[in-house]
């Protein structure tokens, strides 16, 4: 059984730092790779980055670059996400995600490849 457990969200003023953990247990896949979508209220779930597990590629919503930075840590079984200069518009809840699509490096950004995903962590962005 796959779970995948975030954790670092929460209350951030703009301007500021957060970096978000998702901790991942019981998958062994060898394609596919790791990503973090969110949503906020109102919204629908949209792709933020993505790393893969062959070679550590990584991905980013075009909107995004510059700011958020994913890494993982492969002995943590770990992915994380560096959100610098948070904005307002950046509030949401954020998911990480995890699949074994084959062909990942051309579908990366979408939600339906994904397997399995966490439940969720809130960040809030003060103005």
């Known amino acids: 059984q796959v779970q995948l457990v975030e954790s670092g969200g929460g209350l951030v003023q703009a301007g500021g730092s957060l970096r978000l953990s998702c901790a991942a247990s019981?998958?062994?896949?060898?394609?596919?790779?790791m990503a973090w979508f969110r949503q906020a209220p109102g919204k629908e779930r949209e792709f933020v980055a993505a790393?893969?597990?062959?070679?550590?590629?990584?991905y980013y919503a075009d909107s995004l670059k510059g700011r958020f930075t994913i890494s993982r840590d492969n002995a943590k079984n770990t992915v994380y996400l560096q959100m610098n200069s948070l904005k307002s518009e950046d509030t949401a809840v954020y998911y990480c995600?995890?699949?074994?699509?084959?062909?990942?490096?051309?579908?990366?950004?979408?939600?339906?490849?994904?397997?399995?995903w966490g439940q969720g962590t809130q960040v809030t962005v003060s103005s």
């Open positions: 995600a995890v699949s074994s699509y084959a062909y990942y490096s051309a579908r990366y950004y979408r939600a339906s490849i994904y397997d399995y």
């Open positions: 019981g998958h062994s896949f060898s394609s596919g790779g």
């Open positions: 790393i893969s597990w062959s070679g550590g590629n990584t």
